[in-house]
């Protein structure tokens, strides 16, 4: 199930004067995923923006070396 199916799948319920929304946790987990690939995807974005801005170039771009990176992980 995608994200906004996930949204749409949402079931509403009264309890003392307060409106809850109920959501299946498999819809709810799918919901997670669809909104870390979103955010995901507009970071990647950034960087291709910002790397095609440097020229191509990743050390302009602000891109650390590979092996620098792996080091810190």
């Known amino acids: 199930m995608k994200g906004l199916q996930a949204l749409e799948a949402v079931q509403y319920i009264t309890a003392k004067d307060r409106r809850w929304a109920v959501v299946d946790l498999n819809d709810w987990e799918a919901l997670i995923e669809w909104l870390e ?5 507009g970071v990647a974005r950034k960087a291709l923006k910002e790397l095609r801005e440097a020229g191509g170039d990743r050390e302009r771009a602000g891109w650390l070396p590979w092996d620098e990176v792996r080091e810190r992980v």
Do not use: G, H, K
């Open 37 to 41: 690939t979103v955010e995901d995807t």
